[in-house]
């Protein structure tokens, strides 16, 4: 079966199979094909087969699609190609008839990468906990401090109230 190896920045390496005609790749869960850097958009990408070949399309991501280094929008998938999208380099590897040879000088460890319908490294939710780069956390507001400040200011007006009677009864005296 045809797949993609991959391989992050961070040294995480995986393998995505190619198990349709058309499968999106990216970052975000609902990708058939999920790859987990920052460097990946969300949605990056689509990887189709036309019965005879297997084509990587752009979908306009932020760091997109690189070949040789240049960025472009459509790169057509040979045995042993490589490529990168965003920074994760990547190596398209044909059926495993054609090349067994090359699964043997591939040495780097793998994580098989299928479809979430199959129970996949797709399947498990994704902690977004463990995400960089996507700017501060967002701080939870205090439900209770809407009231305390309502109660502040009602002890102010109640004080000033006390202290204008008060001057008005020892004028009246």
């Known amino acids: 079966m045809p797949?993609?190896?991959f391989t992050t920045p961070a040294g995480a390496s995986g393998v995505?199979?190619?198990d349709a005609e058309r499968m999106s790749?990216?970052?975000a869960d609902d990708n058939q094909l999920i790859i987990a850097d920052d460097s990946v958009?969300?949605?990056h990408g689509e990887v189709a087969f036309d019965g005879s070949s297997w084509t990587l399309?752009?979908?306009g991501s932020t760091n997109g699609t690189k070949l040789g280094g240049?960025?472009?929008d459509t790169v057509s998938l040979a045995p042993g190609g490589a490529f990168q999208l965003g920074n994760v380099d990547c190596v398209f590897v044909g059926d495993e008839a054609e090349t067994a040879t090359e699964d043997a000088a591939y040495s780097?460890?793998?994580i098989t990468v299928s479809s979430p319908?199959?129970?996949g490294y797709g399947a498990q939710p994704y902690n977004r906990g463990q995400r960089r780069g996507f700017g501060p956390k967002v701080k939870e507001k205090n439900p209770g401090g809407g009231i305390l400040t309502l109660l502040a200011v009602v002890a102010l007006l109640a004080c000033g109230a006390a202290a204008y009677f008060a001057s008005q009864i020892g004028a009246a005296t």
């Open 3 to 5: 797949r993609i190896q």
């Open 16 to 18: 995505l199979e190619l």
């Open 25 to 27: 790749i990216g970052r």
């Open 41 to 43: 958009s969300s949605h």
């Open 57 to 59: 399309t752009d979908l």
């Open 70 to 72: 240049s960025r472009v």
């Open 108 to 110: 780097a460890p793998t």
């Open 117 to 119: 319908a199959a129970g």
